[in-house]
């Protein structure tokens, strides 16, 4: 059973930063690009970053996050993680990791982890 659980949202003040984690089960992890998507209360669902598979891994980030998220992985303990750094109000969200599949019915999404920027 494919598995997705984020890890290590909260609570934080502008400026601040945060780790989030993705542990995957359940499929060969090495294979997948992996994607976080956030969403914001009344905003639609958006790409935040992607990492590839392979030994390149080549990222992608949203122009909003770029120079302050950095995404990457961890084959060996499957799991896939966002460093978040100099956080700001905007970026308030549930996170979520995605499993990218070959084509969209095999995407795997988890439940979200909530990340709150506030002072």
């Known amino acids: 059973q494919v598995q997705l659980v984020e890890s290590g949202g909260g609570l934080v003040q502008p400026g601040g930063s945060l780790r989030l984690s993705c542990a995957a089960s359940?499929?060969?992890?090495?294979?997948?690009?992996m994607s976080w998507y956030r969403q914001a209360p009344g905003r639609e669902r958006e790409l935040v970053a992607s990492?590839?598979?392979?030994?390149?891994?080549?990222?992608n980030y949203a122009d909003s996050v770029k120079g302050r998220f950095t995404i990457s992985r961890d084959n060996a303990k499957s799991t896939v993680y966002l460093q978040m750094n100099s956080l700001k109000p905007e970026d308030t969200a549930v996170y979520h990791c995605?499993?990218?599949?070959?084509?969209?019915?095999?995407?795997?999404w988890g439940q979200g982890t909530q990340v709150t920027v506030s002072s």
């Open positions: 990492i590839g598979a392979g030994i390149f891994r080549t990222t």
């Open positions: 995605k499993r990218v599949g070959p084509r969209p019915e095999y995407d795997c």
């Open positions: 359940g499929f060969t992890f090495s294979s997948y690009t």
